[in-house]
């Protein structure tokens, strides 16, 4: 059983789950700094700005007000801080806030198009809430301008900085349920990882300053041939290993402190955060480049748009499927209500997130059932054999119902979106192939799509009482 911590219109719940959240990685990390090695980890700003990108309607006043509270409770009750546990947690409610402003537009829709331009706004969200983050840290430890603020202020920025880079990615990254773990477990697969481990041993062996950066040509092989969620994973734990080992001594790295006086624990979270970017945009443009090669190959039968058939490979592949005049097809069209007025008001990339939204949302709802097309603009075909109009009927409505009941996030606000839908089923009858079949029950849906528009949108048309009768092939 699933349980689901968010929900759009649960203000009470999502505060609550949030605070505890808060609280629970705030305990975590107030004990995580207690090892010297670990020191680098206050994971709670990361992993609440995180949580808010994930979930945009998270992103009030409210909600960081509820999480700032957690970390007021955490250091009043299990640190003796009364005071201080206020003036010092604004620095970590900072950091959430200005790296949630910055990414939660963009990581709203993450389609391939965008992906590569997500995780280059990582580093400048990171640098620039590190930066407010450990301006009022500094300030809260210490108000006068001096080497106290310098060091406490390089504490701060080189934490929140490298903690953020290496875990913001990490947890922001999708596609995990479509990784094949038998087929990471190709030499070819492990072989950049088994190369990233014998790098940081190369790397403690020989020591200095770029001895930081030795896993980075084995990282950005991980890059070239892993997908990013492993890539991402890859990162973070190659970064912690390296603040372990330098913590410890066996990394030995030396640095000028005649020029600023930063510890070589802060100088190598530096180091690190900056070695993290590069494999993380490689990994990206490699997933970019690969996907867009798939598309080129495919673009004659599948939109470039919603990645569903195209209306000529809807075509192409019913000459796959086995023809009999007894077979019973039927078709599902499907038209999306007033989308000229969403692209008029947001914007046409809102328009086509949409119509990517709608796509997918069909997608998890058909399955495997039937074939699903971008018939044209924002209109879109379902083809279902041997079902029954029951079936037809109850799967159109559930597909009018799973796009009608969750709102579309456009730039900014919560906008519902419906379809309208007509419904034609038959047999082949007279017909020779499936081509003039579908011709005439998409003929016969369109009648019945466009009873649906005029008696009101957001219905599927004719119930499946009347549905043999009203779009039956002659």
């Known amino acids: 059983m699933r349980v689901k911590l968010f929900a759009e219109h649960q203000t009470k719940k999502n505060a609550l789950s949030l605070f505890l959240l808060t609280l629970l990685f705030c305990f975590l990390g107030s004990h995580l700094r207690i090892p010297a090695e670990l020191s680098l980890f206050w994971p709670v700003n990361a992993i609440v700005a995180a949580v808010i990108v994930r979930h945009p309607y998270l992103h009030r006043i409210r909600y960081y007000l509820a999480s700032f509270a957690a970390m007021v409770v955490n250091d009043t009750v299990f640190s003796g801080w009364a005071w201080p546990a206020v003036t010092l947690n604004i620095a970590n409610l900072l950091f959430i806030i200005i790296s949630v402003s910055m990414l939660v537009r963009h990581y709203l829709r993450d389609s391939s198009r965008t992906q590569l331009g997500n995780a280059l706004r990582i580093f400048p969200a990171c640098l620039l809430a590190a930066f407010a983050c450990a301006t009022w840290g500094g300030l809260a430890q210490d108000m006068s301008f001096d080497v106290r603020f310098a060091t406490a202020w390089g504490d701060w920025f080189s934490e929140q900085f490298s903690t953020g880079l290496m875990l913001l990615p990490f947890l922001l990254a999708r596609g995990w349920r479509s990784l094949s773990f038998a087929a990471l477990l190709a030499p070819g697969k492990w072989l950049p990882v088994l190369s990233v481990l014998l790098s940081l041993v190369v790397g403690a062996m020989i020591g200095g300053a770029g001895s930081l950066t030795f896993p980075v040509p084995a990282l950005i092989w991980c890059a070239i041939v892993l997908p990013i969620p492993v890539t991402s994973l890859v990162i973070l734990l190659t970064g912690i290993t390296e603040i372990v080992l ?153 597909v009018r119902q799973a796009i009608g009941k969750e709102k579309f996030w456009l730039q900014g606000n919560t906008v519902t979106v419906t379809v309208s839908l007509g419904l034609a089923q038959g047999h082949a009858g007279e017909e020779r192939d499936w081509h003039s079949v579908i011709n005439q029950l998409v003929s016969a849906a369109d009648k019945n799509l466009y009873l649906s528009k005029r008696n009101g949108r957001n219905q599927t048309s004719p119930a499946y009482r009347t549905l043999t009768l009203a779009g039956e092939v002659a």
């Not at 690969?290 to 019913?318: I, K, M, P, V």
């Not at 000459?319 to 692209?343: C, H, M, T």
């Open 246 to 398: 330098v913590s410890h001594g066996v990394m030995n790295i030396q640095g000028n402190d005649n020029l600023l006086p930063l510890s070589h624990l802060t100088s190598a979270r530096l180091g690190v955060a900056t070695v993290a970017i590069s494999p993380l945009i490689v990994a990206v443009s490699m997933d970019a480049v690969r996907q867009l090669n798939q598309r080129l190959a495919l673009r004659a039968n599948y939109d470039f748009l919603t990645q569903l058939l195209s209306r000529s490979g809807l075509y192409e592949s019913l000459k796959e499927e086995p023809f009999s005049a007894q077979r019973s097809v039927g078709v599902i069209l499907l038209d999306v209500d007033y989308f000229k007025a969403i692209n008029d008001n947001f914007g046409h990339d809102a328009g086509d997130g949409v119509l990517e939204e709608i796509a997918l949302r069909m997608q998890k709802v058909v399955g495997s059932q039937g074939r699903i097309c971008r018939f044209g603009g924002e209109e879109f075909a379902i083809v279902l054999f041997d079902a029954h109009a029951a079936q037809l009927f109850q799967l159109a409505e559930a």
